[in-house]
């Protein structure tokens, strides 16, 4: 079946620095992926759509400049969390579709980020 | 995007049969329902997806009435590892539009 792979799975940094987050396709084309956090014990929240080739369209409430999307293949896209803070700990996920079969997305494992 | 509705959380026992419903009453004609299980600090994972009537895999059904406004999940037979989040989605065969999670069912499994 098809695979999405995220990493890294869990990263601890210090306050202030930049995170960045990969989330891969591996055996299909990815035309749209989308980026969500989760905090515990909640639902998932939808941050961004990404199109490769294109920029990506937030969510309201969503700052673009303190995560920057980056899909510039169809294999690839990356969340970076820039000048990261303890309220941006968070589980991240990244999901995507196929290209050729646009009804069922793919999730990757997620990644813990914990900001001191 | 069509909105949905689950209840927040079930019990059940091992062995059992559990039923999941989801409300998505503004569901358009070109819209899919897909169900999702979520495991702690997981990715969710697909489970199953129907667009009418009845879908059946090797882990769920899925039953659909002909209004479309609703649908049942069923796991047959539960066992603990079953203990998870299920999450019922309303997608656009489209692709392209966004996809929102609503507040999803924790089930628990006793023994």
């Known amino acids: 079946g098809a695979v999405v792979s995220q990493h890294p799975s869990r990263v601890i940094c210090k306050s202030g620095t930049s995170v960045k987050i990969e989330c891969r396709s591996l055996d299909f084309q990815a035309t749209t992926m989308f980026w969500y956090r989760q905090f515990p014990k909640q639902s998932l929240m939808l941050m961004a759509t990404s199109n490769e080739g294109s920029k990506a369209t937030y969510e309201q409430g969503v700052e673009k400049d303190k995560f920057l999307i980056n899909h510039a293949s169809l294999t690839l896209s990356t969340l970076t969390v820039t000048s990261a803070h303890p309220e941006d700990s968070s589980f991240y996920i990244c999901?995507?579709?196929?290209?050729?079969?646009?009804?069922?997305?793919?999730f990757g494992s997620g990644t813990q980020l914990s900001v001191l | 995007l069509a909105k949905t509705t689950q209840p927040i959380s079930m019990d059940s026992y091992e062995g059992q049969e559990v039923n999941i419903t989801c409300s998505h009453n503004?569901?358009?004609?070109?819209?899919?329902i897909t169900w999702y299980q979520q495991f702690p600090s997981q990715g969710p994972r697909f489970i199953i997806q129907g667009y009418k009537t009845k879908v059946t895999n090797e882990v769920a059904s899925l039953f659909i009435p002909a209004d479309r406004k609703s649908s049942t999940l069923s796991l047959p037979r539960v066992s603990l590892s079953d203990t998870a989040v299920y999450y019922c989605l309303v997608e656009n065969s489209g692709g392209y539009q966004k996809v929102t999670f609503g507040t999803g069912t924790k089930l628990q499994v006793i023994p």
């Open positions: 999901s995507a579709r196929r290209t050729e079969n646009n009804e069922k997305l793919f």
């Open positions: 503004n569901i358009a004609t070109n819209d899919y």
